[in-house]
């Protein structure tokens, strides 16, 4: 984040594995959102086994938890520098799929959400309670095993994870940062629907941040609204987010629509090139996504009015809307105004306040 006055958030690409995030200072980092590769999927074994040769040796021994295990030493040593990375009182989200399989012969679950949960908690991470992302099939092959006849059938795993944990305790606040936090405030209704266990991004318009030319990660690219959302729910605006497992830039878009800075790291320096390409042409697209924030506030209010014959007590500062509870009043919206690559690895963001102008509001 640059010291200027106008409003401005910087995203840094890094190609190399995230196993080692040296170049990121202790406590230089407010938030973590990230997808692993998921240990045990078959589209990923050929990376794993590039990247751990005791992954390779089990796979091809046909050893299942030999396998899974050496996947995940490799993540542990990411979560690692993820607890070193964040500032005390910072989350880690991580997006996580179990995966079922047979290796040798043998079907079985693999736990990738509990197996993570204990290598966190062992690092020092409080668990918080995670979210059920709904991911239903109606693929017609989804019941696996002995159809219809007792008792060979399995359940087929409709929804993935996103693990939330904190370093420590809560985070606290100085008094700058706590205007930053209260300028960073999320609607009432929106707390009523994103702090809910259970998600389900149906009908939301799906990897907002992975526009063409990612076709490896066909499946794998997590929706925009996902990051959004637990960006806007644990940083405040011009906080840092980090994405080890950067993939298509997901949450780098995420972050700029949210006025977070960024860092993105991707062992595959092909996707860092085409982010840094793509996202400056998303100007539009990111600003499409915050108008439906206001354009939903702005529906929820004329329901209030229609249900409750009122408005509701507060009005917001900035906006000049009405908002259900005091802690609404100081929230503030930036559109988008441009993207700039300062170079290679690098994107800046410049921003406008949803009333027109550019934002002076320092920010550290
Ligand atoms: C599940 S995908 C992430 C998708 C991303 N959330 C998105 O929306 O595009 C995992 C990514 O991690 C990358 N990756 C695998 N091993 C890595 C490592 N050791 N360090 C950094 N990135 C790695 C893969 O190339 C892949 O792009």
């Known amino acids: 984040m640059e010291k200027t006055n106008s409003f401005t958030t910087e995203h840094q690409l890094r190609?190399?594995?995230?196993?080692?995030?040296?170049?990121?200072?202790?406590?230089?980092?407010?938030?973590?959102?990230?997808?692993?590769?998921?240990?045990?999927?078959?589209?990923?074994?050929e990376s794993f086994s590039r990247q751990s040769p005791e992954a390779a040796r089990a796979l091809e021994a046909a050893d299942g938890p030999a396998a899974f295990e050496a996947m995940h030493l490799l993540l542990d040593r990411v979560w690692g520098e993820c607890y070193r990375v964040l500032l005390p009182g910072g989350f880690a989200c991580i997006n996580i799929g179990d995966a079922t399989r047979s290796v040798g012969g043998g079907f079985r679950l693999y736990s990738n959400h509990s197996r993570i949960t204990g290598a966190c908690e062992a690092l020092g991470f409080q668990s918080l309670p995670p979210i059920h992302w709904r991911k239903q099939t109606n693929a017609p092959n989804k019941f696996m095993g002995s159809g219809m006849l007792p008792a060979?059938?399995?359940?087929?795993?409709?929804?993935e994870y996103i693990l939330i944990f904190r370093k420590g305790d809560k985070r606290k606040f100085d008094p700058l940062e706590a205007e930053r936090r209260r300028r960073s405030a999320f609607f009432w209704e929106e707390r009523n629907r994103w702090f809910s266990d259970v998600w389900d991004f149906k009908g939301s318009r799906q990897a907002l941040g992975?526009?063409?030319?990612?076709?490896?990660?066909?499946?794998?690219?997590?929706?925009?609204?996902?990051?959004?959302?637990?960006?806007?729910?644990?940083?405040?605006?011009?906080?840092?987010?980090?994405d080890p497992f950067m993939g298509?830039?997901?949450?780098?878009?995420?972050?700029?629509?949210?006025?977070?800075?960024?860092?993105?790291?991707?062992?595959?320096?092909?996707?860092?090139?085409?982010?840094?390409?793509?996202?400056?042409?998303?100007?539009s697209v990111l600003n499409d996504r915050i108008s439906e924030r206001l354009e939903g506030h702005r529906e929820f209010l004329r329901s209030y009015r229609e249900k409750k014959g009122r408005e509701p007590a507060y009005q917001n500062r900035h906006h000049h809307f009405a908002v259900v509870t005091r802690q609404e009043t100081e929230l503030r919206i930036y559109f988008v105004?441009?993207?700039?690559?300062?170079?290679?690895?690098?994107?800046?963001?410049?921003?406008?306040?949803?009333?027109g102008g550019q934002n002076q509001l320092p920010l550290p």
């Open 152 to 159: 060979g059938a399995y359940v087929t795993l409709e929804h």
């Open 248 to 283: 298509t830039g997901t949450t780098v878009a995420a972050a700029m629509a949210a006025g977070r800075s960024s860092v993105g790291v991707e062992i595959d320096a092909s996707f860092s090139e085409k982010v840094v390409e793509l996202l400056p042409k998303r100007v």
């Open 210 to 242: 992975a526009p063409g030319g990612f076709s490896r990660l066909r499946g794998a690219v997590f929706p925009f609204e996902l990051a959004y959302r637990l960006i806007l729910m644990y940083s405040l605006e011009g906080d840092r987010v980090l």
């Open 337 to 355: 105004d441009s993207i700039e690559k300062i170079d290679e690895g690098r994107l800046r963001t410049t921003y406008r306040t949803a009333n």
């Open 15 to 45: 190609v190399h594995s995230a196993e080692d995030l040296s170049g990121l200072a202790d406590g230089s980092v407010d938030l973590v959102v990230t997808s692993p590769p998921y240990p045990m999927i078959e589209m990923w074994d």
